[in-house]
T-cell receptor, first 114, second 113 residues
Framework: GAGVSQTPSNKVTEKGKYVELRCDPI?????LYWYRQSLGQGPEFLIYFQGTGAADDSGLPNDRFFAVRPEGSVSTLKIQRTERGDSAVYLC????????????FGAGTRLSVL | GENVEQHPSTLSVQEGDSAVIKCTYS??????FPWYKQELGKRPQLIIDIRSNVGEKKDQRIAVTLNKTAKHFSLHITETQPEDSAVYFCAASRPEYGNKLVFGAGTILRVKS
């Protein structure tokens, strides 16, 4: 595709519900990153995939957060038992590979937990 | 781990003036420093980046300087225009950590016409 695509663009859910956020990286990009951006702050790293495997998940805040990338392309970020503090914009980025620094971002999913 | 601090948090300039945003980083092994521009509700867009083997890089009205000894880098925008108004983020990364980006808190730049 032309760029990193994220769906949905907006997600409103109730406290305690389960949500899935999808990221479709640039075709051919093997590295994929998830970040979380709270209002008025810079993006914060959550998890990094190289191919199908999670190479670094040190940024996931707790075990309610999980991400997969089963075929090395599309990734899904899953949040269980959502809390109001999970409300933020979830950004996905991709790069050509582990030796390529430049990351291209999607427009994000704005998650609102009521 | 890496920590990136960014100043100022807000910056107002008159159209045509220059704007400078400064960042410091803590991890001397970081070797890649991008700057992203983010307009309201839009995706962060890379505007310029610099690697640790150079001290300065320019692209038209935008330049970035890096001082590895002092561990700081700066974004310079000359001849500012209203469309430069946005939030600017600096970041740092190192390949050993998968090039994950550590961002500063951002600078809101307002260019007054």
């Amino acid at each position: 595709g032309a760029g990193v695509s994220q769906t949905p663009s907006n997600k409103v859910t109730e406290k305690g519900k389960y949500v899935e956020l999808r990221c479709d990286p640039i075709s051919g990009h093997t590295a994929l990153y998830w970040y979380r951006q709270s209002l008025g702050q810079g993006p914060e790293f959550l998890i990094y995939f190289q191919g199908t495997g999670a190479a670094d998940d040190s940024g996931l805040p707790n075990d309610r957060f999980f991400a997969v990338r089963p075929e090395g392309s599309v990734s899904t970020l899953k949040i269980q038992r959502t809390e109001r503090g999970d409300s933020a914009v979830y950004l996905c980025a991709s790069s050509q590979g582990p030796l390529e620094n430049i990351q291209y971002f999607g427009a994000g999913t704005r998650l609102s937990v009521l | 781990g890496e920590n990136v601090e960014q100043h100022p948090s807000t910056l107002s300039v008159q159209e045509g003036d220059s704007a400078v945003i400064k960042c410091t980083y803590s991890d001397s092994a970081s070797n890649y420093f991008p700057w992203y521009k983010q307009e309201l509700g839009k995706r962060p867009q890379l505007i310029i980046d610099i690697r640790s083997n150079v001290g300065e890089k320019k692209d038209q009205r935008i330049a970035v300087t890096l001082n590895k000894t002092a561990k700081h880098f700066s974004l310079h925008i000359t001849e500012t225009q209203p469309e430069d108004s946005a939030v600017y983020f600096c970041a740092a990364s190192r390949p050993e950590y998968g090039n994950k980006l550590v961002f500063g808190a951002g600078t809101i730049l307002r260019v007054k016409s």
